[in-house]
């Protein structure tokens, strides 16, 4: 499988995510972000009830919760109502219990935003540090061959 | 206690609330009701881990979920930032595992938006239609009681 | 054109559409059902700035104003992260004025929640009712040959 | 008029702001952010038609965007259903450009989260770099002020 295909997404800027100046309300950033991450573990074939709680029949939430415990983000160019985004994802892990990805929002192939989600594995229980998700961290090595080999 | 004081509240409408035609995007209005109702719940008194479920120690969630099944909103005029408003309550037992609350949004004496949201009481787990939780059915006969001895 | 191609679409419900019951938190249902519509005018092929103001170079914003005046929904059975939903628009215009579209949220063909919003058409400057603009007619007439081509 | 008016404020958190998690859903601490530094303009006395666009009578826009050039946070301890937040603003001035807004929110006395919001002020017109707003400017003295006396 081609890393194209769940590391470079796509997004159309919708009506709902600008403010009254006319372009994206800067916090919308954040979802795309995390929506963009939940498209490209399921575009990779991860299930989302290993690695998101839910309330499913028989109640079998994950084991290892995944706080963001840091983001950030930068903003480049303002963003408008039906811009077409390409979103681009860097996976990379920091510690055995914690990873972080990289986005980059291009439109016109010019850097409109970028920004930083930084995840800890925790036992869901506990609250104590864990390894990551077997899930994640097959995303996380594929995701990084694939960046080697398009070198 | 008077009902002014959890049937009456105020909301100052922030710039997020708005889109790019410059006046609060619609489905915010509904944000607003839910908060303005969970607002009147923890000013009558009612314990919020009572009513909605959360993440606590022990983990121990209400036994009664209540989903929202109906919801709608008339707008009546433009609603824009730094807009203070008077959020009116109205709540109403429908049957024994039902209620609704009216909201009336007033700025400026005018009315500038009502909505209507109905929630179910159900069995968290086997997801049976079950009676109120008790906090409700006393925050429902109170606000009633409060609003005849206004007339 | 098929009408599948417009007034039919899919959406992933994602982690932040939820709250802690574990299900939809349920005004993210309008907020799916204005991004359908905009998926829907660009996929029939309506430009956006035609219909939504925006900050463009020159700022011709649209003469015409589509405020929601109305809104409702139901809500039939839980929606959980990663539920693939299909999403099926139903366009009607009900005067020269004003027109809504009627949403309905499948997912494992069965019904999840239906949704309505309600357009008035306005001069943007004066706020008078003025007729729809040019595209969402085109957008009208064609649904509903579509519809009646699919009888 | 005491710093503590205008730079300490409060917050409750709402169900619709947690997720499937049980947890405060990571980007709504921006959210909180961005309102509260408004509620910290409001009450230092600054109007908000003279900061923010909106869509008025008359159609008189500030002069002066103020877009957001960077933002971050950190997550210290998960936030929860009606926990009564302690909010801090630190403003900072950065150039004569250029500010930006420390933000600390506290529960239990415990600090739960961190952030920064970096604002650019920017000739709405043009799109130029620009001095800030007189309003703004004030505000960021009269912070600074409040903290060298509260030494």
Known sequence: MNPENWLRLNRVVRFGDTDAAGVMHFHHLFRWCHE???ESLQHYGIASEDIFPSNRNGDVTPKVALPIIH???DFRRPIQTSNSLVVELRPEQLN???FQVHFEFRHDNQ?????LIRHLAIN???RQRCALPE???RWLEASNLG???SI
């Open 71 to 73: 983001c950030q983000a």
């Open 96 to 98: 055995p219990n914690s």
């Open 147 to 149: 960046r080697i080999g």
């Open 36 to 38: 963009s991450w939940e």
């Open 111 to 115: 850097v409109a935003a970028i920004a």
């Open 124 to 126: 869901a229980q506990t």
């Open 135 to 137: 899930g994640i961290a």
